[in-house]
């Protein structure tokens, strides 16, 4: 069973940054795929960035250029650096890997 933890959360002001990590534990696979998700209240849940066990990303429109994920598969861990933050971008960010999720951190930005 594996298990996902979030960090890094928190209340910034636009303009901002925070990084995320998710760190995995138990039977994590490191060629798995991991991304990052999040919803805002009243609204789906959403795909923000993902990356291959290679290091391919993809990420949401409305997070290029502004967000980067990476991932240091050794320490079974997926980051995302949040710049130019948008009190838009607030929301509870969720890291997942198939078919697992975190339980969430909450992103809240000011403007």
């Known amino acids: 069973q594996v298990e996902l933890v979030e960090s890094g959360g928190g209340l910034v002001q636009a303009g901002g940054s925070l990084r995320l990590s998710c760190e995995a534990a138990g039977r994590f696979f490191r060629f798995n795929a991991m991304a990052w998700y999040r919803q805002a209240p009243g609204k789906q849940r959403e795909l923000v960035a993902s990356?291959?066990?290679?290091?391919?990303?993809n990420y949401a429109d409305s997070v290029k250029g502004r967000f980067t994920i990476s991932r240091d598969s050794a320490k079974k861990r997926v980051y995302l650096q949040m710049s130019s933050l948008k009190p838009e971008d607030t929301a509870r960010y969720y890291c997942?890997?198939?078919?697992?999720w975190g339980q969430g951190t909450q992103v809240t930005v000011s403007s």
């Open positions: 997942y890997s198939q078919p697992t």
């Open positions: 990356i291959t066990s290679a290091g391919s990303t």
